[in-house]
């Protein structure tokens, strides 16, 4: 490595273990255009929200309660 690269003072990446991987997922077009609406007004794009709702499942630990009509 050349001399002029002096790396004493860096710094490890703080995102680094935030890192998104790309997927392809199903999801209703009823459930897309929610998060598309709640898009609109709060700003943030859909995909990003919908990455934040999942985000907030797994921190608190949702369970999924399903039952059948």
């Known amino acids: 490595m050349r001399e002029e690269y002096?790396?004493?003072n860096a710094q490890k990446?703080?995102?680094a273990k935030k890192l998104k991987?790309?997927?392809?997922i199903n999801i209703d077009e009823d459930t897309i255009e929610y998060f598309?609406?709640?898009s609109e007004s709060s700003g943030i794009p859909y995909q990003t929200l919908i990455?934040?709702?999942l985000a907030d499942?797994?921190?608190n630990k949702k369970q999924l309660k399903v039952s059948w009509a």
């Open 6 to 8: 002096d790396f004493k």
């Open 13 to 15: 990446n703080p995102y």
């Open 21 to 24: 991987k790309q997927i392809t």
């Open 36 to 38: 598309k609406s709640q």
């Open 51 to 53: 990455n934040l709702y």
């Open 57 to 59: 499942c797994c921190e």
